[in-house]
């Protein structure tokens, strides 16, 4: 192992307020952490450029989940293992619950959060496609209050995001789904498991009298940070579902993504595919919904 | 005869309790006082001249143990086949992550922060990364002209066929390179006192790293004392580069003034650093006549080596005997080359050479059998080798050979011919998965290639201790495929008692004489041949004695062992490699007995493919195949499951991604080996054809499952997609894009 342990601090605050005072106090030293799943491995390589962490693990604060008649909202701390658990959860976003299955291993699964995927800010990231179809916000909380910020705009670049340095993630809230709705998630990754998204494709749509009245693309790694594929979306929003223009579909992607090569696939590859897989999702989703008219 | 005790029962693992409880003991635990850790410092750069190195600001420089190359008290080159690999560099780089500098503290944290504060001022040369570039000679890196080894295998007039044949079929073949990824990454701890050298490591061969540290401090045999630890895996990447290893804790530990030097490679650092399989290309033209019978073969086969030569020849020299695949054909030659570039050096890898050219052969066949309008099973059947037949290099296939039936019976198992027709039919549909099954027939030459056994002249013995039981005495060494069980119940059947009666000494060159590398698919065909003759003269010995009255029991022997040595003080016997009397091989002409035996195969494998993402699934596996008497089921079929799980990746997803010589991806997050969940249900089935000189009828099984995955599950991607485009493995989703839409933006 190449990370220098003996040189590192860990301080585990007593409570939220005291992990707050602290990152306010000291502003830009501690690192927040969580499950460590993301920050283990650049340390261990010796490639993590922080020695001095936060640790919330023992925050109970940042843990449970509460359910009201329009939405969820998930403590930052919930781990996969939990979501993918959860049965209100497995009943209503099949997305996010599907994404969590395919986080890591087992392992990762105990122990990796919904906060931390978020904060680390990795393109590639399974579960941010899946809160996008949700329409998910994230809560950030400092010393000075707290703010709600839909999940679209909190990253702006690439492993960059609007948090402040004295902030924290605290809760993700995502809208329930109503009506008449169809939820598709794929990850391809070439191995089943334990594998890094080559491309990962999620999608939600409602349709009310044979129209799509609400439609959510989202998209992991093929651009700098997970995106909503909004040319798509305008698409597809406001068609009779019999009449989607599906090959018109998978040329408006391309407005929505920019993939690169990198060690794991290609620019082509992952346009292609990802061109391939809208065609499934939308051909899926007339058949799911013609079944159900 | 009498009913065996133990051969062809699946005895549990000596080693297993010790293995699963966390109390069997590696490398890197052991222990010992005043213990430094040790470091590489490697070249960044594929190719160049070391001009300077400088030690930056921050570190207490004078608490290190360093040593460079003018550090060498010996020979500064690894011995092995040539000596041309150093330790470390003097001036010239030739790969990238080749060792430049070792430091040692004993504080392991700030050895890293030291390893990352030294920088290396290096004139950097244009490298030479790609095999064809080196043939063309477009750099000269090694030698004058790149070739570390060239050579010819020629049987008939293959020039005179072309003209007359009704079918001439041309393809070209593709292999990656690929890791080992055993579970236990390389790792060694070295003590050079004035007393010589010992080395506790993680190895395959200890004779090998013996003659290495032997060299490099020039001393003598029995200065020089090399025991093998409890070791997590080697699949031919623990054959020669423990010697590299070594020769660097043994330096600093010198330098240290005898102080104890432990070196253990994390994940990444083995993967980058370490030797790989060799990638490959082969060109084949073949000629056959309007019936599939073939009447020519013209391969040229070859391989790049990468830095040094290390293993290489003898990679090349398996590859192109088995470059013909198993079929009789008049005609035949075989150009095979292996060359010199400037990525770290390929090595030994399961099956060493072998399923590169299968793959090529293997594959060229449903290539072929598509192009002449034939069944692949009938273009096969045609040309089969059997009884009486010659191989490429002219050996006459004297045992019973029914390769048209092993070949029936795999294809039964998977229900081929049914699921052939089935998907023949469904894959016209629209529908984005498509269905296929293909297969691919082989053989594996087990021990040594040619005369490489005779002039091993291999040593293994058995020793009476005052314990009662009785120790194997071989060098061969339990890497994780079952060895220590294998040899005790070879030894237990021999001596007629139980397995606890029996234990296996821990390879240490002060007590084990050299049983030669545990390569080759040897160790249980050759060494525990040698083992069982060793314990027949023991129990000869015992029974001659007096002290053994017939018929007895384990205790009885035991106490028949005890009262022996009370007497005579020594109970050991030996038993010494010759050759047998019927193989006769020409290495000038490449012509005879390559091999003693063969086992032989046939893998059959259906697949799913996604033409959205082009991903291919392996939904079934039929593994068949004739390995002489199988000596431990469940060890056999594990080894046959474990083969073949391996050969999936390297057929499917297993790519080293190089980067200007530099391993790029040398994670196993990223290097996509199958897991569990990607790999079907592996259906291992044993045809028995015991074999005259195994122990108890065996041949060498552990590198044939190697072979056949990756040419059976391409055959099936044809099937699949009604295309014989995919020639190059591993065929990854990208690859399979390129074939099916290569204009797509």
Known sequence: MKGQAPGCRVHTPASLAGALELLAAEKGVWRPLAGGTDLMVPFAAGKLPFMDFLNLWGLEE???????????????????????????????????????????????????????????????ADTPPSLLTYGAEVQLQSIAGSRWVPYENFHTGYKQTVMLPEELITRIRIRRPKGNNFHFFRKVGTRKAQAIAKVCVAAYARVE????????????????????????????????????????????????????????????????VAANVLGQLLEEMVEHFDRMA | MTQPLHLGHSRPRKEGRAKVTGAAHYTDDVRMEGLLHGATVRSPVPRGILR????????????????????????????????????LVADRINHAEEAVLLLAHEDRFLLERARAAVRLEIEALPPLLDLEDSLACKEVVWGQDNLFKELLIE???????????????????????????????????????AGGVTVWGSLQCPYYVHKAIKSLFNLSDDQVRIIQMETGGGFGGKEDYPSLIAGHAALLSMKAGGRPVKIIYDREEDMVATTKRHPSRTRIRSAFDTEGTLLA????????????????????????????????????????????????????????????SLFAIERHMDV??????????????????????????????????????????????????????????????????????????????CGFTGAGETYLASVAGVEGRSDGKVYVLAASTEIGQGTNTMFSQVVAEALRVPMECVEVAQPDTAVVPNSGPTVA????????????????????????????????????????????????????????????PHIVWDDQLYKGDAYTTFAWACYAAEVIVDTRTFEVKVEDFVALQEVGRVLNPVLAEGQIEGGVAQG?????????????????????????????????????????????????????????????????????????LGTTLPREIPLTPERLMEILEPSNA
Request: with cysteine; glycine share 10%; proline share 6%.
């Open chain 1, 62 to 124: 940042l843990r449970g989940l509460e359910i009201s008649e329009d939405a969820i909202t998930l403590g930052a701390l919930s781990t996969y293992s939990e979501i993918r658990n959860h049965s209100l959860l497995q009943r209503e976003f099949p997305n996010l619950v599907q994404s969590a299955w395919v986080t890591g291993a087992i392992a990762i699964q105990n122990r990796g959060t919904l906060g931390g995927n978020l904060a680390n800010g990795s393109p590639a």
């Open chain 2, 368 to 445: 072929a059998a598509a192009q002449l309008g034939m069944d692949p099973i009938a273009l096969r059947k045609r040309n089969l080798l059997k009884m009486g037949d010659t191989t490429a290099t002219g050996q006459i296939i004297k045992e019973t050979l029914d390769l048209p039936g092993i070949l029936d019976r795999a294809l039964e198992k998977l229900d081929y011919v049914s699921k052939k027709h089935q998907y023949d039919i469904t894959n016209r549909a629209s529908a984005p998965i498509k269905k296929g099954v293909g297969f691919a027939v082989f053989m594996h030459g």
């Open chain 2, 155 to 193: 049987k008939g007039e293959v020039d005179s066929v072309w003209k007359t044949a009704a079918h001439i079929v041309e393809g070209e073949y593709r292999t990656g390179a690929q890791e080992q990824l055993y579970i236990e990454p390389n790792g060694t701890i070295a003590v050079a006192d």
């Open chain 2, 648 to 720: 999936i990746g390297y057929g499917l997803s297993e790519q080293v991604v190089w980067n200007n010589g530099r391993m790029a991806n040398g994670q196993m997050t990223n290097y996509i080996m199958a897991t569990s969940a990607d790999l079907p249900r592996i259906r291992v089935y044993f045809e028995e054809n015991p074999y005259a000189l195994g122990p108890g009828g065996a041949k060498g099984i552990g590198e044939l499952p190697m072979d056949g995955p990756a040419p059976a599950l391409l055959n099936a991607v044809q099937h699949a």
């Open chain 2, 297 to 356: 073969l013209d391969l040229d086969f070859a391989i790049d080596g990468g830095a040094y030569v290390t293993l290489t020849p003898v990679v090349l020299s398996r590859g192109a005997i088995h470059a013909g695949g198993p079929y009789r054909c008049a005609n035949t030659r075989i150009h095979a080359r292996a060359v010199a570039t400037n990525t770290p050096p390929h090595g030994a890898f399961r099956g060493f050479g072998a399923p590169q």
């Open chain 2, 521 to 580: 698919s040897r160790t249980c065909m050759v060494v525990g041949k040698l083992v069982q003759d060793a314990a027949q003269g023991l129990r000869q010995t015992l029974v001659q004695s007096g002290l053994l009255p017939e018929p007895y029991d384990g205790e009885a022997f035991s106490r028949a062992v005890k009262a022996y040595l009370e007497k005579f003080g020594r109970l050991k016997a030996y038993s010494q490699y010759s050759t047998p």
């Open chain 2, 52 to 87: 300077g190195i400088q030690f930056g600001d921050g570190i207490p420089w004078n608490e290190f143990v360093i040593v460079t190359a003018k550090d060498v008290p010996g020979d500064p080159m690894v011995a092995l086949i040539e000596h041309d690999q150093p330790f």
């Open chain 1, 209 to 272: 009298e044979g129209r799509v009245v609400e439609f959510r693309l989202g998209l992991g790694s093929v651009a700098p940070v997970p995106v909503r594929a909004r040319t798509v979306e305008l698409m597809v929003e406001g068609c009779v579902v019999d009449t989607l223009l599906i090959a018109a579909a998978r040329t408006a992607l391309m407005e929505d993504i920019r993939p690169i090569d990198d060690i794991r696939s290609t620019a082509k590859y992952r346009r292609t």
